[in-house]
């Protein structure tokens, strides 16, 4: 009996280890062929919802990204990253909130950090392959090592065809559930440093608040 528990055991752990090489494979692809794509134009859909309160909102966005740079545009707000510094424009308040953000802090924002979030701090899990909104993807499973951060469970899914990612869930403590849906993926675009810089004159009205 005893034998017997510990060959269970020992294949439990085998297919454990393969599972997180597996799944840390094809986020190392993943994340080589964003690096690779030169100025990246993306479309997306983002849905919250409130696992406790049953609430659900959504709604659609546009993002154009290079390296560890973004401009990510939603309905209600434009943020501009250029590597250091930050740029929030509220479009109802017309003001801009500047910032030089941490690390910590552009992991919910930033599309650079969040492709590389798996990297460091967290345990993979390779779920297999799926079908998500017509198309076949690898779906992995990022749970923290630390429960001290803000998340308790990311959800990644990978379109297969391309090495792109595709639908990435987030969970925080309080049960609030972020899934970002990439809907159109454009690759090799010039897309000047300027693009991810607030142009005070463009928004010759805005309040300008600097955080920093």
Known sequence: MKTKLTLITFLVACTSILSAQNARTILDNASEAYQKAGGIIATFTLESRDTKAKDTYSYDGTAHMKEDKFKIEIPDAITWFDGATQWVYIKDTDEVNISSPTG???????PSVLFNIYKKGFNLSYKGEKRSAGKLVHEIELTPQKKTGDFTKIV????????IFHRITLTDKNGLENTLTIVKYQT??????????FNKVDYPSAEIIDLR
């Open 104 to 110: 910590e802090e552009l992991q919910s924002i930033s």
């Open 156 to 163: 990644v899914q990978i379109n297969k065809a391309n090495n």
């Open 188 to 197: 090799r675009n010039a897309l000047a440093d300027d693009t991810f810089k």
